[in-house]
């Protein structure tokens, strides 16, 4: 499986890599991307080989995976995955938490609806003052204050409520990306001291860490208690931000009902929307 996922992954980036932005020549081209032809030119390494590597039949060691990623010009987070798909460490293994463009422009056009970037560690890096309007998130002193994972399993917030189903699929979700994120930063003493520190402190969070459930969707439903607008249910969405090693959350009313017209009147009386980057003490 994970040579076949790592062959995806070569495929996927080979074909998204446009001709100039390694040095070669666009010209008229009938397929996306480069040619295998081209990537094994440039990675040094014959066409078939590509080939064998993006059908699954060929483990790549850990110079082959370096020399793919320095051949198309791969991003930290591209780099990063494909060391943990052909089960090696990436060279640094720190967890990155700068907000590049992307992320910021998500922040920035979607005014009227709460959201925040978090890094891989699962420690919110920027918020925007929609997601601050909803004032659940109380700062506590905590190195891991703004820690999502550390705050669901060891420091719940009162105003978050969620059904038994949404919590065992949001605690699912949080593990999952914390496995992930230790498997492609191995080196990351913060973020092993925040897992290491969680599975003292929560026994559920360490039964689900040595026996993970399956994410079916990167979804839940909360309802979030405000001080002066009541119970708000908001569905929050995960999103992937790729080239950066983020995921923005988006928190979202079913369109017409009471909780969107209580959430548009919460986030009108925040004043003029803004971007906060966050900072934070714990992993990253």
């Known amino acids: 499986m994970e040579r076949h996922e790592f062959g995806l992954a070569v495929r996927r980036l080979r074909e998204s890599t446009a001709p100039a932005a390694v040095g070669l020549p666009a010209g008229r081209r009938r397929v996306r991307g480069l040619r295998r032809e081209e990537l094994g030119e440039l990675a040094g390494m014959s066409a078939d080989y590509v080939r064998r590597l993006e059908q699954g039949r060929s483990h790549p060691s850990a110079g082959v995976v370096n020399a793919i990623a320095r051949a198309l010009r791969a991003g930290r987070a591209d780099y990063e995955r494909l060391c943990a798909l052909a089960g090696y460490a990436a060279a640094d293994g720190q967890v990155p938490n700068e907000v590049g463009p992307g992320a910021m422009r998500l922040l920035e056009r979607f005014t009227g609806t709460p959201m925040f970037v978090a890094d891989a560690a699962m420690n919110l890096v920027a918020v925007n003052s929609a997601f601050l309007a909803l004032r659940h998130w109380h700062l506590t002193g905590d190195p891991w204050e703004w820690n999502i994972a ?101 928190l979202t009313a079913a369109p017409g009902s009471a909780d969107a017209a209580r959430l548009a009147e919460i986030v009108g009386d925040a004043g003029e929307p803004d971007v906060i980057r966050v900072g934070q003490s714990g992993p990253g």
Do not use: K, N
């Open 150 to 250: 550390w705050r669901t399993f060891c420091d719940p917030f009162s105003e978050f409520q969620q059904t038994a189903a949404d919590a065992t699929d949001h605690e699912a979700i949080l593990v999952a990306q914390l496995r992930t994120a230790a498997l492609r930063y191995p080196a990351d003493v913060s973020l092993s001291a925040l897992v290491d520190e969680m599975r003292s402190r929560s026994r559920a969070f360490d039964t689900l860490w040595r026996t993970p459930r399956p994410v079916a969707a990167y979804e839940s439903s909360a309802a979030f208690t405000h001080p002066d607008a009541g119970a708000i249910t908001l569905v929050g969405s995960l999103l992937a931000v790729p080239g950066d090693d983020l995921a923005a959350l988006m």
